[in-house]
């Protein structure tokens, strides 16, 4: 949509002053519980917190990192750098992948090969893996 209407695919970080932090966390307790549609469901899984104040922080911090590498990997000005340079930022974004993905809190992180027999996580929380 931002592409049909002429305008970039993401937001700006130097154009936005709006520190990502909730004063309110009430809803990150809040109980999910899995919608199916039909009026039968052959789901065990009862729900659990929603954690959706820490989500959308995570996904927030996310797209800041995704902000960067459209800027500086798929912007034009990439081809007048330096391979070394262009090796640095590359380093660089990897790093800040590495450093968002241990910084998350713990029931943020999923691993299917060590949670094979717990019920999967909410979607929104996949969204994150």
């Not at 970080?13 to 809040?30: G, H, Q, W």
Request: aromatic share 10%; glycine share 4%.
């Amino acid at each position: 949509m931002s592409l049909y209407q002429g305008r970039p695919v993401s937001l700006q970080e130097a154009d936005t002053s709006v520190p990502i932090s909730f004063l309110d966390k009430f809803e990150e307790n809040e109980h999910w519980t899995p919608f199916a549609y039909g009026s039968e469901s052959h789901n065990d899984n009862v729900g659990g917190p929603a954690y959706s104040v820490s989500t959308f922080t995570a996904l927030c911090d996310l797209s800041v990192i995704m902000n960067r590498i459209l800027n500086n990997i798929y912007a034009e000005r990439t081809f007048d750098r330096s391979s070394s340079d262009l090796s640095q930022m590359l380093d660089d974004l990897h790093s800040k992948m590495e450093t968002w993905k241990r910084s998350l809190a713990p029931h943020l992180q999923f691993d299917p090969l060590k949670q094979s027999s717990a019920p999967p996580p909410p979607p929104h929380l996949l969204s994150l893996a």
